[in-house]
């Protein structure tokens, strides 16, 4: 269960900034600069392979922001640099998050001939009135057009849903889901809406004037959708991701599993080890700082702490437990110097909130899922 090399490229324009999103993304009314920002990529990607070394990649993803505003040829200048700095071999997973607007769409065909097999496409809602509300730039015919090409085009496709909507019941919910799941070819990511500091949702919620479900609301939406996506073969293998089994996301198990990875572009975060050790980068957030950053010194990195191991045993409980498969033990008892406490563990044993698997694994049952934070603040203290 090797958690792999990921490289992760931030691209952070949209065409309009949505109202629950507090991911670094930025509109702009003028064209980008493409050529600009990719020499820029390249440069950074030098710096980020110099801390790295040679390492093997397994899984490429470019996350955004929107990617698809992105040129093909901007994505293949992309992708031939990270094979330029690291060894990519022939048929790893290389994601692109897509925005499913007509217009994007076209573009799918000369993604793929730049080498991108898999596409994450941003639905979201699967009714005009919710995508209006969630502040999308397409409806309900855009999507579909869009799943359809991406069916055609690329090997694999999964495509996202924001569920726990206002006014949203059980009822909807499922049937939403059971139309989703039809479309659906391997993959779907099902998030509940959460109301993040800073976005207008956030204004709006604390005016009273959004209303999402309760907690005891919420938890019945996650159960509903454990039980639909399990009963037509795309069980949960992580809290909010659902795949055939074989069709998990390589580059997110990556994370999950506590591997090694490269930010590159503005706000992009990583993971690297370097010299036995491991060190959390981040880059400048605001594109354009990013970008003088980049041509002045060659790289937009602003932090570069080095973990300790109970900073790593602690990351590596936070992601382990968000997965069906849970935490490998012994890589976390290393990490942590001890076991884990036996009492709390006996106590959240007893409530039904996690389980042995033998003595190598630990992991939340669907139960525990629903107070994953708490579970995870328990046995880490």
């Not at 991108?116 to 999507?143: C, Y």
């Not at 191991?309 to 936070?318: F, I, N, P, S, V």
Request: glycine share 8%; charged share 25%.
């Amino acid at each position: 269960m090797d958690p792999g090399f990921g490289v992760y490229v931030h691209w952070p324009f949209c065409a309009a900034k949505c109202p629950y999103c507090d991911f670094n993304s930025h509109v702009r009314h003028q064209p980008v600069d493409q050529p600009r920002f990719v020499t820029a990529f390249l440069r950074e990607m030098a710096e980020a392979r110099e801390l790295s070394g040679p390492r093997t990649v397994t899984s490429i993803f470019m996350g955004g922001g929107t990617p698809s505003l992105m040129d093909p040829a901007t994505v293949d200048a992309i992708l031939n640099g990270i094979a330029a700095h690291w060894h990519v071999p022939d048929g790893i997973e290389i994601t692109m998050e897509a925005n499913p607007s007509s217009v994007e769409a076209t573009r799918f065909r000369g993604y793929r001939a730049a080498g991108v097999n898999r596409v994450s496409l941003g639905v979201q809602a699967l009714n005009d009135r919710d995508l209006k509300f969630l502040g999308r730039l397409h409806n309900v015919e855009d999507a579909l057009k869009a799943v359809r090409l991406a069916r055609e085009i690329f090997p694999r496709m999964s495509f996202d849903l924001i569920y726990a909507r206002p006014n949203q019941t059980v009822e909807d919910w499922e049937r939403e889901l059971k139309e989703a799941v039809s479309y659906a070819v391997d993959h779907l990511s099902l998030y509940q809406l959460t109301i993040e500091e800073g976005t207008p949702f956030y204004g709006l919620h604390k005016a009273g004037k959004l209303v999402v479900p309760d907690g005891e609301q919420s938890a019945t939406l996650y159960e509903a959708t454990q039980e639909i996506t399990a009963a037509i073969g795309m069980p949960a293998y992580e809290v909010s991701n659902h795949a055939r089994p074989g069709a998990e996301s390589r580059h997110n198990l990556t994370y999950w599993r506590y591997g090694d990875y490269a930010g590159i572009g503005p706000g992009a975060h990583g993971r690297l080890t370097i010299g036995g050790a491991k060190v959390a980068t981040a880059t400048e957030r605001k594109p354009e700082e990013w970008l003088r950053l980049v041509e002045e010194h060659g790289h937009g990195m602003i932090e570069r702490e080095l973990l300790d191991a109970e900073a790593q045993a602690d990351e590596l409980l936070l992601m382990g437990l968000r997965l069906k498969e849970g935490v490998d033990l012994a890589r976390w008892q290393s990490l942590s110097g001890r076991d884990p406490d036996p009492d709390r563990e006996q106590f959240l044993i007893d409530h039904g909130f996690i389980e042995r698997l033998g003595n190598s694994r630990l992991r939340c049952t669907p139960a525990g899922m629903l107070i994953l934070d708490a579970v995870v603040a328990d046995l880490a203290c």
